[in-house]
């Protein structure tokens, strides 16, 4: 009897092996020939050579559709099992087309409003993309569902998301901690979006090996982003030489989005937001394009679009 090794990785094997195994008990019933011992985040396999390697296959396809999907239950297992094995029948058990991501604990993430539909289209075509609107519009959190997609279908090798580190009324230099403790939580809503899309020990790992980098704007100088899915969040904030130094790191293979409020710009009074230029010069140019959210992509609590109308009627320009 042969026997084989097969081991997780990146994946908790509590969830892809189910309660009590139930994911193991289910392939035993598909491949009774087969003695599956599983440890930890390693199977080991035992049986004839021909049908450890329908196994593997089949155990392949179910990494591969975990991976893209986070999630495995009992009538996804009994499709891919029994399935040609082809592509094709892995899209049709994940779901309708909108979807973009399959993101933890089952969550569907897709585009919500009209101008979310449009941010996905308009990168279908485009390398470059600013995506413009007020809080809550949900701008930032398409962006990384976009870039997040691009990943698992290896369009793209990693992710990297930054802002400018301009502080809107508090002090950074006054928060404990190393450099990256300081700056965590202003990028905590970049974690946010990552965290419903990406399983906690995965992203950990892509964090770790730097296939998801997320640093501030500063940290992009000198540097050429191949191959790379790269955000540039609230960008309003960004002077003429950070979005010019920003733009030009394009590398090879690259895609660029860019989202900003600029109603909500926190630099000093006198200084122009490099994102109004960039708009201006820019809005011409093949292969860049601009979309503008307003208070109807508002998809927060309802409250959030009222508080925008509201502001609106106070705010002088």
């Not at 058990?93 to 897709?110: P, R, S, W, Y």
Request: proline content about 4%.
């Amino acid at each position: 009897m042969n026997e084989r090794i097969i081991q997780l990785e990146e994946i908790n094997p509590n969830d892809f092996f189910g309660i009590q195994n139930s994911t193991i008990q289910q392939l035993e019933k598909h491949f009774p020939k087969v003695k599956v011992v599983a440890r930890g985040d390693v199977l080991k396999i035992y049986g004839e050579p021909n049908v450890l390697n329908e196994f593997e296959k089949r155990f392949e396809m179910l990494v591969k559709y975990y991976n893209r999907y986070n999630k495995l239950d009992e009538d996804i297992i009994e499709r891919i099992v029994t399935s040609t094995g082809k592509e094709e029948e892995l899209r049709k058990t994940a779901g309708k087309d909108d979807v973009l991501v399959h993101g933890t604990n089952g969550k569907l993430i897709k585009p919500q409003t009209e101008n979310q539909r449009k941010m996905v289209d308009l990168m279908k075509n485009n390398d470059m993309l600013f995506a413009i609107g007020p809080a809550g519009t949900g701008k930032t959190y398409t962006a990384v569902a976009l870039a997040v997609k691009a990943l698992k279908n290896k369009e793209v090798k990693r992710i990297i998301l930054t802002r400018p580190a301009v502080e809107a009324g508090e002090n950074l230099g006054f928060l404990p901690g190393d450099l990256k403790e300081k700056l965590d939580p202003y990028m905590q809503p970049l974690y946010d979006g990552l965290r419903d899309m990406i399983p906690h020990e995965k992203l950990e790992s892509y964090i770790e090996k730097g296939v998801i980098q997320i640093a501030p704007l500063a940290f992009m100088r000198g540097r050429t982003l191949d191959s790379a899915f790269v955000i540039l969040d609230e960008a309003q904030n960004t002077t003429h030489s950070q979005m010019k130094m920003f733009l030009t790191r394009m590398g090879k293979h690259a895609k660029f989005i860019i989202t900003g409020d600029v109603g909500q710009i926190d630099l000093p009074r006198k200084q122009i937001s490099g994102l109004k230029e960039a708009l201006l010069a820019l809005k011409d140019i093949k292969g860049i394009a601009q979309v503008y959210l307003n208070d109807k992509d508002v998809i927060r609590h309802k409250l959030v679009k009222k508080i925008i109308n509201a502001y609106k009627s106070i705010e002088v320009e």
